[in-house]
């Protein structure tokens, strides 16, 4: 009506109540965070395990744990984006099974390498898009949907290959096991390829708009679409992304093994998803580091080798790993509440 006062959507404090974020010491901010944590424990670890085993801190050893934690690691990458938005991916590793397949069998078939390789990469993109778009567009659960493909890319992986194990790449041979197995200033590839994956995420949650938009999307969905986020291609572009980084994993891993199984990546859903929670991503949304997702890995990482160094049953595996979970949920739980208190 004319003449009635019309209440603000929002209450507004005053801007002399609010506090500056900035006003925070660095060191408090550190030590808060999850990441800082984690670093410390990765450290206190390897100490630990180094005086009760020599064997852990042999070059040799050192090596193993570094390349296997970062196919993991190269996963979780993908990952972050996923946990940022609310979402999450359980499909991560079948799909990488499914583009592992896939490359070989292209590979095998003595197409060239850039063939197989540019196939793969649109293929893991094409099936995270594919996620993305039953997410944002149907508003269908992501737990559902990412089980459904969990599902058919694991079929799909032993439809094409028959069952059967791919050991010859034609002519792509040496070119794919260098790529794979290679090693650059006596480092393996695949840590290149992990720091520069960590690198690129970084730049892209912290300077872009993308990564500004997703943060929001899991921060409160509704008011970032009521402030002209686009929701919807956003949430397809970061299942699309997961996707991507399982693809560029199953090219290094198809190298590393020198074959090819209907059964690779499979349970990586578990690791993945540990190593990212525990690195501090949420699993309501909101927050994630790339940071995170290297560091949570190499803890899960190097928890699995002081286990197996240990003589421990590896079914316990799981066993640690869910408790990690469950802990670095717990962690996040008082966080929060501390924040809103």
């Given at each position: 009506?004319?003449?009635?006062?019309?209440?603000?959507?929002?209450?507004?404090?005053?801007?002399?109540?609010?506090?500056?974020?900035?006003?925070?010491?660095?060191?408090?901010?550190?030590?808060?965070?999850?990441?800082?944590?984690?670093?410390?424990?990765?450290?206190?670890?390897?100490?630990?395990?180094?005086?009760?085993?020599?064997?852990?801190?042999?070059?040799?050893?050192?090596?193993?744990?570094?390349?296997?934690?970062?196919?993991?690691?190269?996963?979780?990458i993908?990952?972050?984006?996923?946990?940022?938005?609310?979402?999450?991916?359980?499909?991560?590793?079948?799909?990488?099974?499914?583009?592992?397949?896939?490359?070989?069998?292209?590979?095998?078939?003595?197409?060239?390498?850039w063939?197989?390789?540019?196939?793969?990469?649109?293929?893991?993109?094409?099936?995270?898009?594919a996620?993305?778009?039953?997410?944002?567009?149907?508003?269908?659960?992501?737990?559902?949907?990412?089980?459904?493909?969990?599902?058919?890319?694991?079929?799909?992986?032993?439809?094409?290959?028959?069952?059967?194990?791919?050991?010859?790449?034609?002519?792509?041979?040496?070119?794919?096991?260098?790529?794979?197995?290679?090693?650059?200033?006596?480092?393996?590839?695949?840590?290149?390829?992990?720091?520069?994956?960590?690198?690129?995420?970084?730049?892209?949650?912290?300077?872009?708009?993308?990564g500004?938009?997703?943060?929001?999307?899991?921060?409160?969905?509704?008011?970032?679409?009521?402030?002209?986020?686009?929701?919807?291609?956003?949430?397809?572009?970061?299942?699309?992304?997961?996707?991507?980084?399982?693809?560029?994993?199953?090219?290094?891993?198809?190298?590393?093994?020198?074959?090819?199984?209907?059964?690779?990546?499979?349970?990586?859903?578990?690791?993945?998803?540990?190593?990212?929670?525990?690195g501090g991503?949420?699993?309501?949304?909101?927050?994630g580091?790339?940071?995170?997702?290297?560091?949570?890995?190499?803890?899960?990482?190097?928890?699995?080798?002081?286990?197996?160094?240990?003589?421990?049953?590896?079914?316990?595996?799981?066993?640690?790993?869910?408790?990690?979970?469950?802990?670095?949920?717990?962690?996040?739980?008082?966080?929060?509440?501390?924040?809103?208190?």
């Amino acid at each position: 009506m004319a003449g009635e006062k019309v209440a603000p959507p929002f209450d507004a404090a005053p801007l002399a109540d609010v506090p500056e974020s900035s006003a925070e010491p660095i060191w408090r901010r550190l030590i808060r965070s999850q990441e800082f944590w984690i670093s410390v424990a990765v450290l206190v670890m390897g100490l630990v395990v180094s005086v009760v085993s020599p064997r852990f801190a042999t070059s040799t050893n050192l090596s193993n744990v570094l390349q296997n934690f970062c196919y993991i690691g190269i996963l979780a990458i993908g990952m972050t984006p996923v946990l940022i938005t609310g979402g999450i991916d359980i499909s991560i590793g079948s799909i990488l099974g499914l583009c592992g397949v896939a490359l070989g069998l292209i590979l095998q078939a003595d197409f060239p390498l850039w063939f197989g390789l540019a196939a793969t990469l649109l293929l893991g993109i094409a099936l995270g898009a594919a996620n993305g778009a039953l997410i944002g567009y149907m508003r269908l659960p992501p737990f559902l949907v990412t089980l459904g493909m969990l599902s058919i890319a694991r079929s799909m992986a032993l439809i094409v290959s028959d069952g059967q194990v791919v050991y010859s790449f034609g002519r792509s041979e040496a070119a794919i096991f260098a790529i794979g197995g290679g090693r650059l200033f006596g480092v393996p590839t695949v840590v290149y390829a992990m720091f520069a994956s960590a690198v690129v995420l970084h730049w892209l949650l912290t300077m872009t708009r993308w990564g500004r938009y997703i943060t929001a999307i899991g921060g409160n969905q509704r008011a970032a679409r009521l402030t002209g986020v686009r929701v919807k291609p956003i949430k397809v572009s970061v299942y699309a992304f997961s996707g991507l980084m399982a693809a560029i994993t199953s090219v290094f891993l198809v190298g590393w093994l020198g074959s090819v199984t209907n059964a690779l990546g499979q349970g990586d859903e578990l690791r993945v998803i540990a190593g990212t929670v525990i690195g501090g991503a949420s699993l309501a949304g909101g927050y994630g580091s790339a940071y995170g997702a290297v560091i949570g890995s190499l803890l899960i990482e190097e928890l699995r080798n002081a286990l197996l160094l240990a003589g421990v049953n590896p079914f316990w595996q799981g066993t640690f790993i869910g408790g990690f979970i469950v802990l670095a949920i717990i962690l996040q739980r008082i966080q929060t509440s501390e924040e809103e208190d």
